[in-house]
């Protein structure tokens, strides 16, 4: 299994959390035996190469470098499963010194080889020793160009100490997000260069820890020295920490412990009689480790409906096109599964008879609804069993263009004896002619980003045959959008290498997402629209302000939601703060940006969106403007991605 990847189906007993930072050991054996002994470390980070070991230093005869063991001394398996290779520390390849910065790029290159000798899976490359890391970027984006599978995480220091002899000698960095950012820019967002956490004893705020999230963060390195001790004298840490740790183990990203015990523990357990002491002997971080995994398991399995999302996590997908494609049963299915949205479809469908048809005249009167988009009949089955809940009579016709999901529409009303209630229309809703106006008209034409399925050109088209004083459920829908660090999203779409992908708005579960800002409205439509001249396109301009004590951040795109108004006080969304519980029928949509935005602290984020409308398409163009980046307008007369009408 992968080092940090959660246990399928939230078994958490195979998955590898927990690594052990170790010291220079030429008996690497002794080291992997005593660190990775049944029920101790996952996996070590542990040194290559002497680190006494300085290539203009070494006798001229001797040109073998004095690594830590053979490759013989472990199987490969072990190599690549358990050890995490540990780049020298001294190496600093912007230095003044020339001897150092030679030695410096000759080591590296060196130890990185015989890494990739040894099928290791990744490298953790020490931090940058200067503010411009010029000459070390160069040098591993090299490095990165001829890699084949490994990986390599720099190492940044969270929060650097006053005191530190190590500070950056030139131009004092603050924020340890910007030394990695201007790393990574150098690297070219290389997707084989990840960044690891050094974590202090003081965090910095929630918002700036949050920026992480949506960074190629790959593990995160508690100092002993971090831990606080609890009443029985075991080490734990503050609640802050805590949260940190879960959300990474949550986010597949492993710890690392390192550094001595602080905590003066037996360091054997109790043992039978002539029993050999050393076959008990404890390791001095395992009762680290055993705190790592009390909080692991405390987490608790992953809900039902987590373990169906968990294959989508971060995946690209393109949105549906319902006018234009027929939908597959396999999806329609997924769809019916959610059963969340039928009950607030029955809610608000109840609520409109009643308002619709007084108690008194109940037995006599018969509503006409009409389910537009019926699909296999999810919503006729809601709209029944409202009008039995209510003792409403009713009359349906379920309008459905798929002619393959009428034949289940059919059997359907066949199997529940609907024949005398339900009529069933073959046809697209905007070209019908209703014998009949309906009193309701009902649909479930909502996308991601709510009109991003074209609801309002359907429905705008089907609102003909509703009557003057009719309802329209949904009557009401507003997308919002957020902008988010997504790194992981980013990367898959770059590596298309064109520009089509990057004018693409995409269906994801986000999951390795950062959320910079609260979300704002974007597009409203409601229904049924009375004005003399409906008019679908739309422009608007928001403007996002990052939470002061984030610190800088990058965005990749933003993340696209809706909120929609059934019927009254029935609502049904995926927006944030309004999120319709146990709901999974839709994920978010995400807008890319062909080139990311640094947003510094204090500095406004304008963004422009368009819904543009033709004779065959409607598509999106968005752009964004910051204190000193200008993007181009994002697919522009819908070039790259249009949804048919």
């Given at each position: 299994m992968p080092l940090g990847e959660r246990g399928g189906g939230g078994d958490k007993s195979e998955s590898k959390y927990c690594g052990v930072e170790t010291e220079f050991n030429d008996d690497m054996p002794h080291v992997f035996s005593f660190n990775l002994s049944p029920a101790s470390f996952d996996f070590l980070l542990a040194p290559l190469m002497d680190p006494s070991y300085?290539?203009?230093?070494?006798?001229?005869?001797?040109?073998?470098?004095?690594?830590?063991?053979?490759?013989?001394?472990?199987?490969?398996?072990?190599?690549?499963?358990?050890?995490?290779?540990?780049?020298?520390?001294?190496?600093?390849?912007?230095?003044?010194?020339?001897?150092?910065?030679?030695?410096?790029?000759?080591?590296?290159?060196?130890?990185?080889?015989?890494?990739?000798?040894?099928?290791?899976?990744?490298?953790?490359?020490?931090?940058?020793?200067?503010?411009?890391?010029?000459n070390y970027a160069k040098c591993v984006n090299q490095i990165l160009q001829g890699l084949s599978n490994m990986q390599l995480w720099l190492r940044i220091p969270l929060v650097k100490k006053d005191d530190d002899s190590s500070e950056l000698n030139s131009g004092h960095v603050k924020d340890a997000?910007?030394?990695?950012?201007?790393?990574?820019?150098?690297?070219?967002?290389?997707?084989?260069?990840?960044?690891?956490?050094?974590?202090?004893?003081?965090?910095?705020?929630?918002?700036?820890?949050?920026?992480?999230?949506?960074?190629?963060?790959?593990?995160?390195?508690?100092?002993?020295?971090?831990?606080?001790?609890?009443?029985?004298?075991?080490?734990?840490?503050?609640?802050?920490?805590?949260?940190?740790?879960?959300?990474?183990?949550?986010?597949?990203?492993?710890?690392i412990i390192s550094g001595k015990s602080r905590h003066?523990?037996?360091?054997?357990?109790?043992?039978?009689?002539?029993?050999?002491?050393?076959?008990?002997?404890?390791?001095?971080?395992?009762?680290?480790?055993?705190?790592?995994?009390?909080?692991?398991q405390k987490m608790g399995p992953l809900p039902e409906q987590e373990r169906f999302e968990i294959g989508y996590r971060d995946f690209l997908q393109s949105p549906l096109q319902p006018l234009m494609d027929n939908l597959e049963a396999q999806t329609y299915e997924t769809f019916e599964r959610d059963s969340m949205k039928y009950i607030q479809y029955q809610k608000a469908i109840s609520l409109a008879?009643?308002?619709?048809?007084?108690?008194e005249e109940a037995s006599t009167v018969t509503t006409v609804l009409m389910v537009v988009g019926a699909g296999r009949g999810p919503l006729v089955r809601a709209s029944l069993q409202a009008a039995e809940e209510t003792g409403r009579k009713l009359k349906v016709y379920a309008v459905e263009k798929n002619?393959?999901?009428?034949?289940?529409?059919?059997?359907?009303?066949?199997?529940?004896?609907?024949?005398?209630?339900?009529?069933?229309?073959?046809?697209?809703?905007?070209?019908?002619?209703?014998?009949?106006?309906?009193?309701?008209?009902?649909?479930?034409?909502?996308?991601?980003?709510?009109?991003?399925?074209?609801?309002?050109?359907?429905?705008?088209?089907?609102?003909?045959?509703?009557?003057?004083?009719?309802?329209s459920i949904p009557s009401s829908y507003t997308s919002y959008i957020q902008p988010v660090t997504a790194s992981k999203i980013y990367n898959d779409i770059k590596?298309?290498?064109?520009?089509?992908?990057?004018?693409?708005?995409?269906?994801?579960k986000l999951h390795s997402v950062a959320k910079l800002a609260p979300t704002q409205s974007v597009f409203t439509f409601s229904h049924p629209n009375r004005s003399?001249?409906?008019?679908?396109?739309?422009?608007?301009?928001?403007?996002?302000?990052?939470?002061?004590?984030?610190?800088?951040?990058?965005?990749?795109?933003?993340?696209?939601?809706?909120?929609?108004?059934?019927?009254?006080?029935?609502?049904?969304?995926?927006?944030?703060?309004?999120?319709?519980?146990?709901?999974?029928?839709?994920?978010?949509?995400?807008?890319?940006?062909r080139t990311p935005v640094v947003v510094e602290p204090g500095k406004p984020l304008e963004v422009y969106f368009w819904r543009e409308c033709g004779p065959t398409k409607v598509w999106y163009e968005w752009c964004v403007t910051s204190s000193n980046t200008r993007s181009p307008i994002h697919n522009s007369g819908g070039r790259s991605y249009w949804v048919g009408l």
């Open positions: 300085r290539p203009s230093l070494m006798d001229s005869d001797n040109k073998v470098p004095p690594f830590a063991a053979s490759d013989l001394v472990l199987s490969p398996s072990q190599w690549s499963c358990h050890v995490v290779g540990k780049i020298s520390s001294w190496i600093d390849l912007d230095s003044d010194d020339e001897t150092l910065r030679t030695d410096s790029e000759t080591t590296l290159k060196q130890e990185i080889a015989w890494a990739t000798h040894l099928s290791l899976q990744a490298c953790v490359l020490p931090p940058p020793k200067s503010a411009f890391c010029a997000w910007e030394q990695w950012n201007l790393f990574r820019l150098l690297c070219e967002h290389h997707s084989q260069l990840y960044v690891t956490l050094d974590i202090p004893s003081s965090l910095p705020s929630a918002n700036s820890l949050e920026r992480w999230f949506g960074e190629p963060l790959k593990a995160i390195i508690l100092q002993t020295e971090s831990f606080l001790t609890n009443a029985r004298g075991y080490p734990c840490l503050s609640k802050c920490h805590q949260k940190l740790v879960t959300r990474c183990f949550d986010h597949s990203i492993q710890v003066d523990l037996p360091r054997t357990s109790s043992n039978s009689a002539g029993q050999d002491a050393d076959s008990t002997l404890r390791h001095p971080l395992r009762s680290y480790l055993d705190y790592m995994g009390y909080l692991y008879l009643m308002d619709r048809v007084s108690t002619p393959n999901a009428v034949v289940t529409l059919h059997s359907l009303v066949k199997l529940e004896g609907w024949e005398k209630i339900v009529t069933i229309i073959s046809s697209d809703m905007r070209l019908w002619a209703a014998p009949e106006k309906a009193d309701i008209l009902v649909s479930e034409l909502l996308g991601s980003f709510g009109d991003n399925e074209l609801s309002p050109e359907c429905l705008d088209g089907a609102q003909r045959f509703l009557k003057e004083d009719g309802i590596a298309h290498k064109d520009l089509a992908h990057f004018e693409t708005a995409y269906v994801v003399a001249k409906i008019r679908n396109q739309r422009y608007t301009k928001l403007q996002f302000n990052l939470p002061s004590d984030t610190g800088s951040a990058l965005v990749h795109g933003f993340a696209g939601y809706f909120d929609s108004t059934l019927y009254k006080d029935v609502h049904l969304g995926i927006e944030p703060l309004t999120h319709t519980p146990n709901m999974f029928s839709w994920f978010p949509i995400f807008f890319p940006l």
